[in-house]
């Protein structure tokens, strides 16, 4: 998969949040999105998801523009900001009623994504029960479930223990190995230092740096 973004413009009201941005991502790299709170890192990832529309350029999903040979990118797997579910499912019926949009997976494979993000598939407590960590982990089963040639993921480590944290790790990795194209954005440095192959620096909605893995330098 190749995401091509160029020259890419958004405001929201009078405020520029993403000022001509141009970037090409490819698939089996982890692309890292690093900077301050506003930075336009969530932003950025929504435009890309199809969210929303650029008021400026284009964003080409494998020679489909966006917006208007395409609605959404055909592969993808989300998680921006807090993951939301219908409160009076189960996790299993939750992933079950989304999977249920493309009929790509069976049972088997929600129930494994399920334990792969630690969470026991036949929990018959309901969403509403869960606690943030549990949340967080069916979030990030949602957007892995059916093998998404992109997953993009905002804060995946949010309300996560060392454990989750430790685990989620190696599902981006273990998804990037399997030929994904992933863009995580996350608080913790050491977090995207250590999975990025490529770092991506935003500033006030603008490309400031992109940094390789093996770059030292600053």
């Known amino acids: 998969m190749l995401i091509e973004v160029e020259g890419v413009s958004k405001n929201i009201g009078r405020r520029c949040v993403i000022d001509n941005i141009s970037l090409k991502l490819e698939s089996s790299k982890i692309w890292g999105f690093k900077g301050i709170n506003g ?46 579910f219908l409160d009076g499912m189960t996790g299993f019926k939750n992933l079950k009623t989304l999977a249920s949009i493309k009929n790509k997976i069976n049972d088997n494979d929600i129930k494994k994504s399920l334990s792969d993000v630690g969470l026991d598939p036949n929990l018959s407590k309901k969403y509403r029960a869960y606690s943030l960590g549990m949340k967080q982990r069916l979030g990030i089963a949602a957007a892995i479930m059916e093998k998404p040639e992109m997953i993009l993921l905002d804060e995946p480590t949010n309300a996560l223990d060392d454990n989750g944290v430790e685990l989620v790790k190696n599902l981006i990795q273990r998804e990037c190995d399997r030929g994904a194209l992933v863009v995580v954005s996350c608080h913790d440095e050491s977090i995207i230092t250590e999975l990025s192959d490529k770092i991506i620096f935003l500033s006030e909605g603008k490309v400031v740096k992109i940094k390789d893995k093996d770059d030292n330098n600053e």
């Open 39 to 84: 930075s336009g890192k969530t932003m950025l990832m929504r435009l890309i998801a199809g969210l929303i529309k650029p008021d400026k350029g284009r964003i080409i999903i494998d020679g489909k523009e966006l917006w208007k040979d395409i609605s959404f990118p055909d592969s993808i797997g989300i998680l921006i900001e807090n993951p939301a």
